[in-house]
């Protein structure tokens, strides 16, 4: 049996990498004064056809549950975020900072960096309508990158904003209700043919041309909020994002090459809460996801060596003291050291060979004449030096 095409099974070596990644979203997060919070992984369907656009519609993982509700796994957070918000934001000092890592589900055609899964880390500030929240949350964005290692020549935050479209187009004559067919063609137009790209504007308007000389604005205010942080950004209005539901400044984060897809994306979102939580709160926001990092960390030899985080691997050299030996390691573990040993017996050597594997730092000999003595040997595995210690010491000098 295989995993469904595009699920991943998560063995030791890639869960510790995906541990690396969420400990460094954690870290950062904190930093900036982020909460975490969490959602359900699945929700009513509507939730997701309000407002998300149609193309994540069309990727939905959904079924009729048993109880014949129309639902659906979580596509994204944002939905839900805002329904959560709305739901008990008196019960909270505004602007709201809130992060979370949840794991997403959308029925993609599986390619490099897209998958049917995958965990993305979402970071939204909500009741605040200043530019100093985009651009806390587009310095969020890149000291998340930064903590793992990559700079600015790894990594560009294109900033655009929807407003300017918008205001483009209205003065073209294209009204607002067909303004959404235009952002899909342009958010897809680095993905498209260009002659795809100009039939798509010409289904809505005669003036593909100046469609697509952009708006000629600048974001001068948001820049100089993000100080030093603005040489990580450029302007660009080829970003306009997918998801219908936003409203002002958007952004999107790619590799510096261009050789693969986004590796986040977000921007103002201030009508969201109202249509789905019943408040009318400004709200803006960013997602991250696991895949296309983690092909570029890898990509840049920025992923850790792995360490399993095994102190001691305790080696029985008489089977006549295994009772003894349990007793040990179990004092260890009470003690917080991290401990392993051979279930079963085993020769001494292989039961060294054994800890070596294991990534062990030390190895803790129980032997006839070491535990006579009350001692045990200890054995540090990377430099080969050897003590004997007093049983009830061996916590202590291991820590
Ligand atoms: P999104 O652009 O759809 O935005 O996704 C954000 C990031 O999640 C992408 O840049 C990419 O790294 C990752 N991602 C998305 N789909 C996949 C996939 N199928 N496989 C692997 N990675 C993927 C949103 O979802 C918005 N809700 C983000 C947001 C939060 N906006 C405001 N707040």
Redesign the pocket.
């Known amino acids: 049996m295989q995993p469904l095409p595009g699920f991943r099974d998560f063995y030791p070596e890639t869960l510790a990498v995906r541990r690396h990644i969420f400990a460094k979203w954690r870290e950062i997060a904190r930093r900036y004064g982020f909460r975490e919070y969490d959602g359900p992984p699945l929700e009513p369907l509507e939730l997701f056809t309000l407002k998300s656009g149609d193309e994540i519609v069309h990727q939905l993982f959904n079924f009729v549950d048993k109880g014949e509700r129309a639902v659906s796994l979580r596509p ?3 939905p839900t975020l805002a329904r959560m918000a709305g739901a008990r934001h008196r019960d909270y000092k505004k602007p709201l900072k809130w992060f979370a890592i949840p794991q997403l589900f ?1 029925y ?1 055609k599986q390619q490099r ?3 049917r899964e ?1 965990f ?1 880390f ?1 970071a ?1 500030i909500i009741g605040e309508t200043d530019v100093a929240a985009d651009a806390e949350l587009i310095a969020l964005a890149i000291d998340s990158l930064r903590a793992f290692g990559l700079t600015k020549d790894d990594f560009v935050v294109r900033v655009s904003d929807r407003c300017a479209w918008q205001r483009h187009l209205t003065s073209l004559g294209i009204p607002d209700d067909k303004q959404g067919a235009v952002f899909q063609a342009i958010d897809k137009m680095e993905r498209e043919p260009a002659e795809k790209t100009r039939e798509k504007i010409a289904a809505v308007t005669p003036n593909v041309d100046e469609v697509l000389a952009f708006p000629k604005e600048d974001l001068g205010e948001l820049f100089a909020k993000l100080g030093d942080l603005a040489a990580f950004c450029e302007v660009d209005f080829k970003i306009v994002r ?2 219908a539901y936003y409203t002002g400044i958007v952004w ?1 984060i790619h590799d510096r090459k261009g050789e693969l ?7 103002r ?1 201030d009508n969201l809460l109202k249509l789905v939580g019943g408040v009318d709160l400004p709200a803006l ?5 696991d ?2 990092l983690g092909e570029l960390l890898k990509d840049r030899g920025l992923l850790p060596k792995l360490d399993w985080g095994l102190d001691a691997s305790v080696v029985i050299a008489d089977e006549s003291l295994r009772s003894a030996a349990l007793k040990l390691i179990h004092d260890l573990r009470d003690a917080g050291v991290s401990v392993d040993y051979s279930l079963t017996p085993a020769k001494v050597g292989k039961q060294f060979q054994n800890a070596s594997a294991s990534g062990a730092k030390f190895a803790v000999v129980v032997g006839p004449e070491e535990w006579a003595a009350g001692e045990v040997t200890l054995k540090n595995l990377a430099t080969g030096e050897q003590t004997r210690v007093k049983r009830d010491e061996v916590a202590k000098r291991i820590s």
Not at 285 to 289: A, R
Request: no cysteine; charged share 25%.
């Open positions: 994204e957070m944002t959308r993609e960096g897209r998958l995958h993305q979402n939204d997918g998801l999107e897809r986004a590796i986040a994306g977000g921007g979102y926001g960013f997602g991250m996801g895949v296309v």
